[in-house]
């Protein structure tokens, strides 16, 4: 189940919504909030349920035993190091397994060794993110940050509260956990959460979806077929899709924990007013930048050591954060693309782009960063670079076989108008203080999910980029 559905606006988050703030006191309100959690993760793939289980009930078990063995010896340390072991191990097989086979497989039929393809394994809804959830919330314990959770209810409540299970943000245990044994629910807190969730519906929908249905049209045709224009308006519109998809996902997110008293950490930044990769990335993704940063970029250093070394912790990074998004070679060349960026900007772009008017340097961050999409939406390094190769003029402006209007009709225009002046802080003086149109934001949230739920109900399309990772 996904949050931009008629299943869940008009029945699932009603009859949760009712049930959690009926029944009295804490324990009751986060039972109803496990149970609809796991509903929520059972909706689509029961078959996935238990292994979710298992990771929670495993993971609380090796946090138990390294808080309760720290000063006593080496008990921890092999708790921790099994903790970690399994989430790896349950990311690498589900997520990578195939992705490892399929690379095996082609090298030997290169080199003229057939072998036949097993079934594949299939990836379970949201893996990335509750596996990242649990193996933060296992360092955090080691690192005596955290106390350890005593209390498997809510323990197994942070691991899959339905806001965050599917698209994060991912959220830190030591940030929410004092929320998870007491939180404070007011009218002010729910009303805010009402309109930041209405609000990240209407970017999902209204926005993200309207450009979604042109970008996957256009990155489908067939290399002879793509013009200039068309390529231009297909990353277009991809740029925006990708961005209100899951920024519209994480703003749904936010506002649900805001209206069951929880505060989730912000995502996103307004990443593409950045002037720089450097930038963009202090922008974008907060929580999965942050996770990488404290977990992984720090642990080998930093920037505390040699600039070698530096760079090496940037490409290592950048490396993995490309195959945390996909099991698929495009989304590793992706990664070391921005990696590749970040170090030349260290290594003297970035004094030399701050030398330009920032018209130029913005030029330059979005047209650095739609090359960078190209790689992450084709489904192979060819396709990436035949859509390069039109991009840059190498196919007619508009090819009659898929001319660009085609692609285009009041929808996709307004949507990309309103995604456009959305990316910038435009809309931001509407909230200004002593601006009257402030007044105007209840019934403006009303119009927005009135848009939205219809949207939904005549079938437009609706796809989620997430449900990949």
């Not at 092999?78 to 690498?92: D, K, P, R, S, Y």
């Not at 929320?179 to 629910?185: A, D, G, K, P, S």
């Amino acid at each position: 189940m996904v949050f931009s559905t008629v299943t869940f606006l008009f029945y699932f988050l009603p009859v949760f919504l009712v049930l959690y703030f009926a029944l009295p006191g804490r324990y009751y309100r986060n039972v109803v909030l496990l149970l609809a959690s796991l509903i929520f993760y059972a909706w689509g793939e029961p078959k996935n349920l238990p292994l979710l289980l298992i990771s929670i009930l495993l993971n609380y078990l090796c946090g138990l035993a390294i808080g309760w063995s720290q000063g006593k010896g080496g008990a921890g340390k092999t708790a921790f190091a099994a903790g970690i072991i399994f989430n790896l191990a349950l990311l690498a097989y589900f997520k990578y397994f195939n992705f490892a086979l399929a690379s095996v497989v082609d090298m030997l039929a290169s080199l003229g060794v057939p072998m036949t393809r097993p079934d594949a394994v299939t990836l379970p809804l949201g893996i990335s993110f509750f596996s990242f959830h649990a193996i933060s919330y296992l360092i955090d314990v080691y690192r005596k940050k955290t106390a350890h959770e005593k209390n498997l209810l809510a323990l197994a409540m942070y691991i899959t509260m339905f806001p965050q299970l599917i698209a994060g943000p991912i959220i830190r245990f030591s940030t929410i956990a004092r929320q998870l044994h007491q939180r404070h629910h007011t009218l002010r807190r729910v009303e805010l959460g009402i309109k930041i969730f209405v609000l990240g519906l209407a970017q999902k929908v209204l926005i993200a979806n309207s450009v979604a249905l042109p970008a996957d049209q256009i990155f489908t045709l067939v290399p002879e077929a793509l013009g200039l224009a068309t390529a231009w308006l297909g990353i277009s519109c991809y740029t925006l899709q990708i961005y209100f998809d899951f920024f519209g996902y994480s703003n749904m997110a936010i506002g649900l924990g805001l209206m069951t008293g929880f505060t989730f950490p912000r995502n996103f930044n307004y990443p593409y007013i950045a002037l720089t990769v450097t930038e963009f990335w202090q922008r974008w993704h907060l929580s999965l930048s942050r996770w990488f940063r404290d977990y992984l970029y720090i642990p080998l250093g930093g920037n505390r050591r040699s600039s070698l070394i530096t760079y090496r912790n940037l490409f290592l990074v950048f490396f993995l954060c490309g195959l945390w998004h996909g099991a698929n070679w495009t989304f590793v060349i992706w990664g070391l693309y921005h990696g590749a960026f970040l170090v030349l900007e260290r290594l003297g772009l970035q004094k030399m782009l701050k030398t330009l008017p920032r018209v130029l340097q913005h030029t330059y961050l979005i047209i650095v960063v739609m090359l960078g999409w190209v790689l992450f939406r084709c489904d192979s390094f060819a396709q990436a670079l035949h859509y390069m190769l039109a991009m840059a003029g190498g196919m007619p402006i508009d090819n009659p076989a898929a001319p660009v209007m085609s692609f285009m009709n009041g929808t996709v225009a307004f949507a990309l108008l309103a995604g456009t002046l959305a990316s910038t802080r435009v809309f931001k003086l509407f909230t200004r203080p002593g601006l009257k149109v402030r007044f105007l934001t209840p019934a403006l949230s009303l119009a927005l999910f009135a848009l939205s739920a219809i949207s939904l109900a005549t079938g437009a399309y609706n796809p989620f980029i997430y449900f990949r990772f």
